[in-house]
């Protein structure tokens, strides 16, 4: 059975293009346009008493990427859950919750988000497959986005597949607090992957915390006659064997979509941000 071709919807609603040449054949250069408020958004006032507004700074992310790729190489597309979990963690870290934090990214792709929390967090660890040159292009990325980049920043290969994980890898994962991730649910056999790696993750001492985003995709079925996300139905229902696993000691809340867009997207419906909390482990 051929693999489909895929290209991101993000590319056809807004004109984030650019003649800069990228490094490779079949690549392309995009900047994602975001605001930053300045401080820490207490009311101010000047010295006529009138209210000092300080507006936020407009700051740009540079990524190179692929327009259309491979089921298999989603990752080195840039999708829309990206810019709704770089939403959460601006405001996230406008209110200080990532100050002093160790973030690790699963399934980062092109590293967008990642390069996001690296302006609050203490410490980024970006982690992807090995698979593609996605490793690559993200340390290329990292280079086109150093000053945004203000926390220590770590590329590591991480396969959902994989639960031998090296001494390297485990040391950085039990020093995390924080776990991102973002449009990694569109497969079924992945997204088991990536619930065991999560498992595994959360069940690491000390307690951490998840954050995730996914966009519910829908396709009309001939066995439902209407339109279904199956890859979210097998997400929620993988998720819920987890909860009755007696080693599994999670807080699990699906978030409202209520805190500032930041970045320039259409934050449509379908999307979900989900966290999950561990508890310490007895």
């Not at 051929?2 to 984030?16: K, L, M, Q, R």
């Not at 958004?41 to 300080?54: G, S």
């Not at 990536?194 to 954050?211: A, D, G, M």
Request: aromatic residues 10%; charged residues 25%.
């Amino acid at each position: 059975m051929p693999e489909y071709t895929v290209t991101s919807e993000i590319y056809e609603e807004f004109d984030y293009k650019t003649d800069i040449k990228a490094s490779k054949n079949g690549h392309v250069i995009s900047e994602f346009p975001f605001l930053l408020p300045r401080g820490n958004n207490q009311i101010q006032f000047d010295k006529d008493d009138d209210l000092d507004v300080e507006r936020p700074l407009k700051e740009v992310i540079k990524i190179e990427h692929s327009s259309k790729t491979k089921i298999s190489l989603v990752g080195l597309q840039v999708w829309r859950g990206a810019f709704l979990l770089g939403d959460l963690l601006i405001h996230l870290g406008q209110t200080g919750q990532l100050s002093g934090k160790t973030l690790l990214e699963l399934g980062a792709g092109t590293g967008l988000t990642s390069f996001v929390a690296a302006l609050f967090a203490k410490k980024v660890v970006c982690t992807d497959i090995d698979l593609g040159g996605i490793l690559d292009l993200i340390k290329l990325n990292a280079k086109y986005n150093s000053k945004l980049i203000k926390s220590q920043f770590r590329v590591m290969p991480l396969d959902f597949t994989k639960l031998d994980w090296n001494r390297v890898l485990l040391d950085e994962i039990e020093r995390t607090d924080i776990v991102i991730a973002a449009d990694v649910i569109y497969d079924d056999d992945l997204t088991a992957a990536f619930i065991s790696t999560v498992q595994k993750i959360l069940n690491t001492n000390p307690p951490k915390t998840l954050y995730m985003v996914l966009e519910k995709r829908y396709v009309f079925t001939i066995e439902h006659m209407d339109s279904v996300a199956p890859c979210y139905e097998t997400f929620l229902t993988l998720l819920d064997k987890v909860k009755t696993d007696t080693h599994s000691n999670w807080i699990l809340e699906q978030l409202p979509l209520d805190f500032p867009k930041y970045f320039t997207y259409d934050r449509v419906k379908d999307l979900i941000l989900w966290k999950i909390t561990s508890n310490q482990n007895i």
